[in-house]
């Protein structure tokens, strides 16, 4: 399928009479790949979409597709198969709930509609949580702008021998902007679940984002850009009509189910849709997944926001009522940070947790769409991570386009460790700001920007090992990868350690 050619038929625009045409099966009907998650110790979630011969049109009613999931890469060794049914309503998605697997095991499947096979995915089971583990390994990306650049740093994801791929966040962006494009959306800003439904099949149309998913099981959770930029609750900088805006959160919501490997629990309801979850990958770790965009408080002295969002001297950001998790995810992770029992706690959330005053001349200034927005909430959730009883918790996030390792401090100790794994492609902040939050937050003790990658964390019981990697360049296809840097935290003595 050639987005491009077809893109430019269809001109800039989206016009709104092509959603209601009824398309045959497109030749390559699995164009969009293949993709595995929610993995569990004995079931994981298997996703494709059916892509229609016109991409601007619709696939009919209901249509059958097989699925078969096997113990070896030529799928002799089937275990489970079964039929599902690619519906309309759900613009032809599938999310395929397989049980009865094996803990800790790789699996490979593949789809049949019509005849026609989709290509062949590998997946991996979680450890029993009862199993003793020895190591496991994650990758933990974001912020994939498909106009500022290939996605070769996930052809490099899928050759990494991982447990699981962490996603936090900006699959997908609603807007176009950057320096030096090597493609275009074709399109502008996404509000219909149409036109997000386009988005999504463009950045999936990309090889290298379809190979990451092929090859392992991915977990994810979403920030702005999937709906619209630094949007709050009904509130999108974009739009100034709330009920009009909310429709279209509700349209992006439903599109980011359809088109990531998550079960039906995870589905859209009314307005909401529940993505934070918990899962646990043996004695070893447990891994908590937030979503710190859903629920949060609208963003501090809104009047006076100018565009670069910074605050300086705003009481209300200090307000102890405002939210980042919602009260109700609040809740739920105190609970599990309570009854935590693996030798590590992973939190994987959107952005920088720590601390980042940017202020210069005795000036404080922070970014309100960050941690340092919610203040209160940080101090909160750093609370129930030092009352853990599980002593050592990695923080993974994305969200600032740069790579980041801090040492997170509650009162005058540090609590856990940080670590920002970079932009899969995003352009990140000038090098002069970096510097200034280096030298004016001495617990960020490394940050580094210009460069595209993202992390990857080995946890043992002794240790946790992160590596920052990084593509030579984003803008070219193919680029080879590097490690930019290299940490360990030592299990016991939370805070960054140079490797
Ligand atoms: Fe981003
Ligand atoms: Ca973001």
């Not at 947790?353 to 001349?361: K, L, P, Y």
């Not at 919610?374 to 750093?382: G, M």
């Amino acid at each position: 399928m050639d987005r491009r050619s077809f893109l430019a038929g269809a001109g800039a625009l989206w016009l709104p009479s092509m959603a209601h045409a009824e398309a045959p099966l497109a030749p390559e009907p699995f164009g969009l790949g293949v993709a595995s998650g929610h993995p569990q110790a004995t079931s994981v979630v298997l996703w494709t979409r059916l892509m229609a011969a016109d991409p601007s049109a619709a696939l009919g009613g209901p249509i059958p597709v097989q699925w078969t999931i096997a113990e070896d890469e030529r799928l002799r060794n089937v275990v489970r198969s079964g039929d599902a049914v690619a519906e309309a309503r759900w613009g032809h998605s599938l999310h395929v709930e397989v049980e009865g697997l094996r803990p800790n095991r790789p699996y490979w499947y593949r789809f049949v509609v019509r005849g026609k096979p989709s290509p062949v995915g590998r997946t991996r089971t979680a450890p029993d949580p009862r199993e003793h583990v020895t190591s496991l390994a994650f990758a933990f990306a974001s912020c994939q702008q498909y106009e500022q650049g290939h996605f070769s740093a996930l052809r490099h994801i899928a050759e990494e021998p991982l447990n699981a791929v962490l996603f936090v966040g900006d699959y997908i962006y609603d807007i176009s902007w950057g320096r030096e494009l090597v493609r275009r959306h074709g399109t502008g800003r996404p509000t219909t679940l149409f036109e997000f439904r386009d988005r999504y099949a463009l950045y999936k149309s990309d090889a290298d984002l379809q190979a990451a998913h092929a090859a392992h099981p991915w977990i994810v959770t979403w920030d702005d850009h999937e709906v619209t930029d630094d949007y709050t609750g009904d509130i999108s900088p974009a739009d100034p009509d709330p009920e009009r805006f909310l429709a279209q959160r509700v349209a992006a919501y439903q599109a980011f189910w359809e088109h990531m490997p998550l079960p039906s629990t995870m589905q859209p309801r009314g307005l909401s849709m529940r993505l934070y979850d918990r899962y646990r990958f043996g004695d070893l770790a447990e891994l908590h997944v937030l979503d710190n965009r859903q629920y949060r408080s609208h963003h501090a002295c809104r009047a006076t926001l100018t565009r670069g969002k910074l605050l300086r001297g705003c009481e209300e950001r200090l307000d102890p009522t405002r939210t980042m998790l919602g009260a109700e995810q609040e809740r739920w992770f105190a609970d599990g940070m309570r009854r935590a029992s693996a030798r590590w706690n992973l939190i994987a959330q959107q952005t920088l947790m720590a601390e980042a005053d940017r202020g210069q001349d005795g000036q404080h200034s922070y970014w309100a769409d960050g941690w340092d927005g919610y203040p209160a909430a940080r101090r909160r959730l750093l609370g129930t991570v030092a009352a853990s009883p599980v002593r050592d918790t990695l923080v993974l996030g994305g969200d600032v386009h740069s790579f980041w390792a801090a040492d997170l401090v509650c009162g005058d100790s540090v609590v856990a460790t940080e670590f920002v794994g970079g932009s899969i492609t995003s352009q990140g902040p000038a090098e002069a700001r970096v510097n200034t939050l280096l030298s004016r937050n001495p617990h960020l003790r490394y940050g580094r920007t210009g460069v595209n990658g993202y992390g990857l964390v080995v946890l043992e019981p002794k240790g946790a090992e992160v590596a920052f990697r990084t593509v030579r360049s984003a803008k070219e296809i193919g680029s080879p990868m590097g490690t930019l840097e290299r940490f360990s935290v030592e299990s016991g003595r939370p805070g960054v350690q140079r490797a």
